[in-house]
C-alpha cells in the first residue's frame, strides 16, 4: 500500500510539472493598420505559456516590432481570425477552445492600437493580470473553505512571491507558498456525494480539504457550439463572437462517506452540465434520492451514481450568475479538453482536479458540443 500510494504521489508531481512546462507554440504577426515601414517585419515566434496569459508576452513581442509601430499610446490586444482575445483566460484555455484541430504554431494577431472596448475589458498590462489572478484565487479559496481569509491574509512578500512564481512558471516556488493556504490536494480514492457549498458559506474558519472534510471543486466551464455533423475538427466553423460561447462556473462539491469509490470525470460532467449529458446514469440503486438543491442551482435530473460501485452518490451544483440556460434538445457533446489534453470520460474526476488544475486553483474545462440546425418554419 504504501508503494503504492508513493507512486500515486510520483504520477501527481510529473503530472503537475507537466501541466506547468505546458506551452503553445505561437506565431505572432503585426496587425496591418499598426505597420510604418517597408517591408513589413516579420512575425515574432514564441511560447505562450499554459498557465500564463497573453499580455504577459506584451514585453517581447513590443521589442520585436517597435522600429515598425506607430507613434502614440499603446492599447495592445490580440485577436484570431477576426476575434478579439479575452486576456485574463489562461493561453492554454485559449488554445483548446478555439482550435478545433490544433494549429503548430498557433498564428495571432497582435494590435498595438484601435483597443476594442466594446468586447474587451481594460487591461493595463501586467497589474490587471495579477488582479485578475489574485481574484480568481480568492474565488476558488471561497469555494474551497469557505471563505477567501487565507488569501487575503497573505503578506504583500508572500502574495509577490507568489505572482513571481506564476510569471515564471516556478513551480516549486508556487508550492512554496500556496500549501501554506491550504487549498487542496482532495483525497481521491474514496466514496462520493455532491451538494451545493451555500450551506458552508458561514464559517469563520476555512476548512482544509482531505482528512474526511468536504471537498469543493472550482470549475470554470467553456461551451463552444460546433455543426452536429463534424467529423473532422479541422472543419469545425472558426468562432465568429464570444456569445457563441457558454462560460459556466459551477462548484462541485464532494463529501466522503464509508466505503472506497469515486466519481467519474463523465458522471461530474454529467451534473455539472445537465444541459449537455444524458440524465440517464449507468446504475441507479432503487432508494436512491436526488439531493437538495439552492435555488440557483442548475436542473439536476440524476441521482448519480458510480459506474463502479451501484453505492449511493447524490449530485447536485451551485452555479454562478453567468450560468447558460440552453436546451439539451439537438445536442451532442464531441470533444471534452483539459491542459490540451482530450481527457479518458472514465478517469477519476478528483484526479482531474487535483492534478490538472491551473495556479488559480481553478478546473478549467473545454466542452465542444454539436448542434443541430434549425429547420425553416412553414417552409422558408
Same mark, same amino acid.
Given at each position: 500500500?504504501?508503494?503504492?500510494?508513493?507512486?500515486? !504521489?510520483?504520477?501527481?508531481?510529473?503530472?503537475?510539472?507537466?501541466?506547468?512546462?505546458?506551452?503553445?507554440?505561437?506565431?505572432?504577426?503585426?496587425?496591418? !493598420?499598426?505597420?510604418?515601414?517597408?517591408?513589413?517585419?516579420?512575425?515574432?515566434?514564441?511560447?505562450?505559456?499554459?498557465? @500564463?496569459?497573453? &499580455?504577459?508576452?506584451?514585453?517581447? /513581442?513590443?521589442?520585436?516590432?517597435?522600429?515598425?509601430?506607430?507613434?502614440?499610446?499603446?492599447?495592445?490586444?490580440?485577436?484570431?481570425?477576426?476575434?478579439?482575445?479575452?486576456?485574463?483566460?489562461? /493561453?492554454?484555455?485559449?488554445?483548446?477552445?478555439?482550435?478545433?484541430?490544433?494549429? *503548430?504554431? $498557433?498564428?495571432?494577431?497582435?494590435?498595438?492600437?484601435?483597443?476594442?472596448?466594446?468586447?474587451?475589458?481594460?487591461?493595463?498590462?501586467?497589474?490587471?493580470?495579477?488582479?485578475?489572478?489574485?481574484?480568481?484565487?480568492?474565488?476558488?479559496?471561497?469555494?474551497?473553505? @469557505?471563505?477567501? #481569509?487565507?488569501?487575503?491574509?497573505?503578506?504583500?512578500?508572500?502574495?509577490?512571491?507568489? $505572482?513571481?512564481?506564476?510569471?515564471?512558471?516556478?513551480?516549486?516556488?508556487?508550492?512554496? /507558498?500556496?500549501?501554506?493556504? #491550504?487549498?487542496?490536494?482532495?483525497?481521491?480514492?474514496?466514496?462520493?456525494?455532491?451538494?451545493?457549498?451555500?450551506?458552508?458559506?458561514?464559517?469563520?474558519?476555512?476548512?482544509?480539504?482531505?482528512?474526511?472534510?468536504?471537498?469543493?471543486?472550482?470549475?470554470?466551464?467553456?461551451?463552444?457550439?460546433?455543426?452536429?455533423?463534424?467529423?473532422?475538427?479541422?472543419?469545425?466553423?472558426?468562432?465568429?463572437?464570444?456569445?457563441?460561447?457558454?462560460?459556466?462556473?459551477?462548484?462541485?462539491?464532494?463529501?466522503?462517506?464509508?466505503?472506497?469509490?469515486?466519481?467519474?470525470?463523465?458522471?461530474?460532467?454529467?451534473?455539472?452540465? &445537465?444541459?449537455?449529458?444524458?440524465?440517464?446514469?449507468?446504475?441507479? &440503486?432503487?432508494?436512491?434520492?436526488? !439531493?437538495?438543491?439552492?435555488?440557483?442551482?442548475?436542473?439536476?435530473?440524476?441521482?448519480?451514481?458510480?459506474?463502479?460501485?451501484?453505492? #449511493?452518490?447524490?449530485?447536485?451544483?451551485?452555479?454562478?450568475?453567468?450560468?447558460?440556460?440552453? !436546451?439539451?434538445?439537438?445536442?451532442?457533446?464531441?470533444?471534452?479538453?483539459?491542459?490540451?489534453?482530450?481527457?479518458?470520460?472514465?478517469?477519476?474526476?478528483?484526479?482531474?482536479?487535483?492534478?490538472?488544475?491551473?495556479?488559480?486553483?481553478?478546473?478549467?474545462?473545454?466542452?465542444?458540443?454539436?448542434?443541430?440546425?434549425?429547420?425553416?418554419?412553414?417552409? *422558408?
Amino acid at each position: 500500500m504504501a508503494a503504492q500510494r508513493d507512486d500515486e !504521489a510520483g504520477w501527481s508531481s510529473e503530472a503537475a510539472r507537466r501541466v506547468w512546462g505546458g506551452a503553445v507554440p505561437l506565431q505572432v504577426h503585426l496587425h496591418d !493598420a499598426d505597420v510604418t515601414t517597408l517591408p513589413p517585419p516579420p512575425p515574432f515566434l514564441t511560447l505562450g505559456p499554459r498557465i @500564463g496569459y497573453l &499580455p504577459l508576452l506584451v514585453p517581447i /513581442i513590443k521589442a520585436h516590432f517597435s522600429s515598425t509601430l506607430p507613434p502614440g499610446i499603446d492599447t495592445v490586444w490580440f485577436e484570431y481570425k477576426g476575434l478579439p482575445l479575452k486576456w485574463y483566460i489562461p /493561453i492554454g484555455v485559449l488554445y483548446d477552445l478555439l482550435c478545433a484541430d490544433p494549429e *503548430r504554431p $498557433w498564428n495571432l494577431t497582435v494590435h498595438f492600437r484601435g483597443y476594442p472596448s466594446e468586447i474587451l475589458t481594460p487591461c493595463d498590462g501586467e497589474d490587471s493580470v495579477k488582479w485578475s489572478y489574485m481574484n480568481s484565487l480568492k474565488e476558488a479559496a471561497f469555494i474551497i473553505t @469557505g471563505n477567501s #481569509k487565507n488569501v487575503m491574509n497573505m503578506s504583500q512578500a508572500d502574495q509577490g512571491a507568489l $505572482w513571481q512564481s506564476v510569471m515564471k512558471g516556478n513551480l516549486d516556488g508556487y508550492t512554496n /507558498i500556496s500549501t501554506r493556504l #491550504k487549498l487542496g490536494p482532495c483525497e481521491e480514492d474514496c466514496l462520493v456525494r455532491t451538494s451545493s457549498v451555500e450551506g458552508q458559506q458561514g464559517s469563520d474558519e476555512p476548512e482544509s480539504p482531505g482528512s474526511g472534510k468536504p471537498c469543493r471543486v472550482p470549475v470554470r466551464l467553456y461551451v463552444r457550439s460546433v455543426q452536429e455533423d463534424l467529423y473532422d475538427l479541422e472543419d469545425a466553423i472558426p468562432v465568429g463572437d464570444w456569445e457563441s460561447i457558454s462560460y459556466i462556473n459551477r462548484p462541485l462539491e464532494v463529501r466522503r462517506e464509508e466505503g472506497r469509490s469515486y466519481i467519474t470525470l463523465e458522471h461530474a460532467l454529467k451534473t455539472l452540465l &445537465p444541459e449537455f449529458f444524458s440524465s440517464k446514469a449507468s446504475c441507479i &440503486p432503487d432508494d436512491s434520492e436526488p !439531493a437538495p438543491q439552492a435555488a440557483d442551482s442548475a436542473p439536476n435530473d440524476d441521482p448519480d451514481v458510480t459506474p463502479r460501485s451501484c453505492e #449511493k452518490v447524490e449530485l447536485s451544483v451551485s452555479s454562478s450568475q453567468q450560468e447558460a440556460n440552453v !436546451a439539451n434538445k439537438g445536442k451532442i457533446v464531441k470533444l471534452v479538453r483539459v491542459q490540451g489534453i482530450e481527457v479518458d470520460m472514465d478517469i477519476p474526476f478528483l484526479w482531474v482536479a487535483n492534478n490538472l488544475k491551473n495556479p488559480e486553483c481553478y478546473l478549467h474545462i473545454c466542452v465542444y458540443v454539436g448542434t443541430r440546425k434549425r429547420e425553416p418554419k412553414d417552409g *422558408r
